[in-house]
């Protein structure tokens, strides 16, 4: 069965101060991990998605790494907007296209 | 391009009652999935229809029903409301290899 853990629950960072969320996968052959933002009140909004093994990619203050067990979402010198949460999910070869969602991790950021 | 569009956005109904929730779909997608989103379990797959078909099923009771029309709308209904049905209900939709799936704002259900 797929897997998607998300660490930590919750964090709090003070503006300006960089930090990193986890996501770790068990899955049987990736097809890809996605990450999603969503704001209190509303759906998740799509941000990236990785498909191997040391494939990164960039938005802003945000960048998204990938290995063969975890994913990476690094923020830079956050803002007080980039408060959410964010969502992993990971879509495993083979069977159905649903991807199967971690709980997320919510953040705050403090001016 | 328009995104996911749900309707009602907000929904008030008490226990034994049923109810109907809509999914308009980003325009040329044929995949729209639906979800179950409560902070004690967190995103939860309920099912997910492509070309009319139901393709994929999650493990819920048969209270929950859905169906695609030929246009790809997609609505969802709920028999014999629960109190434990309460929660964010979002649809998504998806298309091509990528399998990106897009979401709406999703349908506040609250079960009194």
Same mark, same amino acid.
């Given at each position: 069965? *797929?897997?998607?853990? =998300?660490?930590?629950? @919750?964090?709090?960072? =003070?503006?300006?101060? !960089?930090?990193?969320?986890?996501? !770790?996968? &068990?899955?049987?052959?990736?097809?890809?991990?996605?990450?999603?933002?969503? *704001?209190?009140?509303?759906?998740?909004?799509?941000?990236?998605?990785?498909? !191997? @093994?040391?494939?990164?990619?960039?938005?802003?203050?945000?960048? @998204?790494?990938? &290995?063969?067990?975890?994913?990476?979402?690094?923020? &830079?010198?956050?803002?007080?907007? *980039?408060?959410?949460?964010?969502?992993?999910?990971?879509?495993?070869?083979?069977?159905?296209?649903?991807? &199967?969602?971690?709980?997320?991790? !919510?953040?705050?950021?403090?001016? | 391009?328009?995104?996911?569009?749900? /309707?009602?956005?907000?929904?008030?109904?008490?226990?034994?009652?049923?109810? /109907?929730?809509?999914?308009?779909?980003?325009?040329?997608?044929?995949?729209?999935?639906? $979800?179950?989103?409560?902070?004690?379990?967190?995103?939860?797959?309920?099912?997910? $229809?492509?070309?009319? /078909?139901?393709?994929?099923?999650?493990?819920?009771?048969?209270?929950?029903?859905?169906?695609?029309?030929?246009?790809?709308?997609?609505?969802?209904?709920?028999?014999?409301?629960?109190?434990?049905?309460?929660?964010? $209900?979002?649809? #998504?939709?998806?298309?091509? #290899?990528?399998?990106?799936?897009?979401?709406? #704002?999703? /349908?506040?259900?609250?079960?009194?």
């Amino acid at each position: 069965e *797929d897997q998607v853990t =998300q660490s930590p629950e @919750a964090l709090r960072l =003070q503006e300006g101060e !960089s930090s990193s969320l986890n996501c !770790s996968y &068990t899955v049987s052959g990736l097809r890809g991990l996605f990450w999603y933002r969503q *704001d209190p009140g509303k759906g998740p909004e799509f941000l990236f998605t990785l498909y !191997s @093994a040391g494939e990164e990619k960039e938005k802003e203050r945000l960048k @998204a790494t990938l &290995t063969k067990k975890e994913s990476f979402l690094h923020i &830079t010198a956050p803002k007080p907007e *980039d408060s959410a949460t964010y969502l992993c999910a990971v879509r495993a070869s083979g069977g159905s296209y649903i991807p &199967t969602f971690g709980r997320g991790t !919510s953040l705050i950021v403090h001016p | 391009k328009a995104g996911v569009t749900q /309707t009602p956005r907000y929904l008030i109904k008490t226990r034994g009652q049923q109810v /109907t929730l809509s999914c308009s779909p980003i325009s040329g997608h044929r995949s729209v999935s639906w $979800y179950q989103q409560t902070p004690g379990q967190g995103l939860q797959f309920l099912f997910e $229809y492509f070309s009319e /078909t139901q393709r994929n099923k999650g493990n819920f009771p048969g209270r929950f029903s859905g169906r695609q029309f030929s246009n790809s709308r997609s609505e969802m209904n709920v028999s014999t409301l629960e109190l434990g049905d309460s929660a964010l $209900y979002l649809c #998504a939709s998806s298309s091509g #290899a990528k399998n990106i799936q897009y979401f709406g #704002a999703g /349908t506040r259900l609250s079960v009194l």
